[in-house]
């Protein structure tokens, strides 16, 4: 049987190579036909702040057991390299809490006080829930906890919260098998009214429908806000939960922040797949993994990187 750590890893796997190759897609020339002809753009792939926030997320759950907030939040800031394509708005947080300022004042005093309601919240915390497999009270408390060091709106926790449980029962099911309805009600007890509950429920209903319309009716990111990008991330990965690869294909059909519904989706259905083939589930192809560019050594506990792919700058 997987372990929670190994599938947490796969979980973070799916996450980063769903945004690298998401992020290549913002690249003038890049082709949505060639890749689903089985052509993806030429290596190395390079991750975003999806990847890098995610990196410190699984980090800290893999090395405590639980969020620490003061820990988290000093490890984003001290990790924060700005030309990884972080928010203005992120970035002014990072720097005031490197520099001494209380993680809780930081992220509360932005956007006049209401905090931020972005998708960075819910974008790095799928190998949070997949590291908590079949415990989606635990995944949503500590998603949460997660997500209040930078995001202290409610629709940024709510949203949050709602990846960490879809990634916890995906990773739950890898074996016995997951239906689209099925995951979406697993996620159902934890949102609240709001925008992104709305938007999840009205997933549900669209789970027939082609990726143009449910992206049309729930968002696709391109607003970057946790309500623009959560619900369509959800019904995306409820959809191909058993095909990592047409996941990602549809988030790059999708359009608009496609490294970010790429990340959610990828690492939601990283943790149903794993990599490679299973019969009828298709994992993350190993081609893809080596394209991505190598992750940091500090995201395992041996201090080594186990992806066998280019090394990162």
């Given at each position: 049987?997987?372990?929670?750590?190994?599938?947490?890893?796969?979980?973070?796997?799916?996450l980063s190579?769903?945004?690298?190759?998401?992020?290549?897609?913002?690249?003038?020339?890049?082709?949505?036909?060639?890749?689903?002809?089985?052509?993806?753009?030429?290596?190395?792939?390079?991750?975003?702040?999806?990847?890098?926030?995610?990196?410190?997320?699984?980090?800290?759950?893999?090395?405590?057991?639980?969020?620490?907030?003061?820990?988290?939040?000093?490890?984003?800031?001290?990790?924060?390299?700005?030309?990884?394509?972080?928010?203005?708005?992120?970035?002014?947080?990072?720097?005031?809490?490197?520099?001494?300022r209380p993680?809780?004042?930081?992220?509360?005093?932005?956007?006049?006080?209401?905090?931020?309601?972005?998708?960075?919240?819910?974008?790095?915390?799928?190998?949070?829930?997949?590291?908590?497999?079949?415990?989606?009270?635990?995944?949503?408390?500590?998603a949460a906890?997660?997500?209040?060091?930078?995001?202290?709106?409610?629709?940024?926790?709510?949203?949050?919260?709602?990846?960490?449980?879809?990634?916890?029962?995906?990773?739950?099911?890898?074996?016995?098998?997951?239906?689209?309805?099925?995951?979406?009600?697993?996620?159902?007890?934890?949102?609240?009214?709001?925008?992104?509950?709305?938007?999840?429920?009205?997933?549900?209903?669209?789970?027939?429908?082609?990726?143009?319309?449910?992206?049309?009716?729930?968002?696709?990111?391109?607003?970057?806000?946790?309500?623009?990008?959560?619900?369509?991330?959800?019904?995306?990965?409820?959809?191909?939960?058993?095909?990592?690869?047409?996941?990602?294909?549809?988030?790059?059909?999708?359009?608009?922040?496609?490294?970010?519904?790429?990340?959610?989706?990828?690492?939601?259905?990283?943790?149903?797949?794993?990599?490679?083939?299973?019969?009828?589930?298709?994992?993350?192809?190993?081609?893809?993994?080596?394209?991505?560019?190598?992750?940091?050594?500090?995201?395992?506990?041996?201090?080594?990187?186990?992806?066998?792919?280019?090394?990162?700058?």
């Open positions: 049987m997987t372990s929670t750590a190994d599938t947490a890893r796969d979980s973070l796997d799916g190579v769903g945004d690298a190759l998401g992020a290549q897609f913002f690249v003038p020339g890049r082709s949505l036909a060639d890749l689903i002809d089985g052509r993806p753009p030429a290596a190395p792939w390079q991750w975003t702040d999806d990847t890098e926030m995610a990196c410190s997320v699984y980090s800290e759950i893999r090395g405590r057991g639980g969020i620490d907030r003061n820990a988290l939040a000093a490890a984003f800031a001290d990790r924060c390299e700005p030309y990884r394509g972080y928010s203005g708005g992120t970035v002014v947080v990072l720097h005031e809490i490197r520099d001494g993680w809780a004042e930081a992220a509360g005093a932005s956007f006049d006080g209401r905090g931020s309601w972005g998708n960075g919240a819910a974008m790095r915390v799928a190998p949070l829930g997949a590291f908590f497999a079949g415990d989606p009270h635990r995944a949503a408390l500590q906890l997660s997500a209040e060091v930078t995001h202290r709106h409610p629709e940024a926790i709510v949203g949050a919260m709602a990846v960490a449980v879809a990634a916890s029962h995906a990773a739950m099911t890898r074996e016995t098998g997951c239906t689209a309805l099925e995951l979406l009600q697993a996620v159902e007890p934890y949102v609240v009214d709001g925008q992104v509950a709305a938007g999840v429920r009205r997933a549900r209903e669209l789970l027939d429908r082609s990726v143009a319309e449910a992206a049309y009716e729930l968002g696709n990111g391109s607003r970057v806000t946790a309500q623009d990008t959560v619900p369509f991330a959800l019904w995306a990965a409820a959809t191909f939960l058993a095909d990592y690869p047409a996941a990602i294909i549809a988030c790059v059909e999708a359009g608009g922040d496609v490294d970010t519904t790429a990340a959610i989706v990828g690492g939601i259905v990283a943790a149903h797949t794993g990599t490679g083939r299973r019969g009828e589930i298709v994992g993350i192809p190993r081609e893809w993994l080596s394209a991505r560019e190598r992750l940091p050594t500090w995201t395992t506990t041996d201090g080594h990187d186990h992806s066998h792919n280019a090394p990162t700058r």
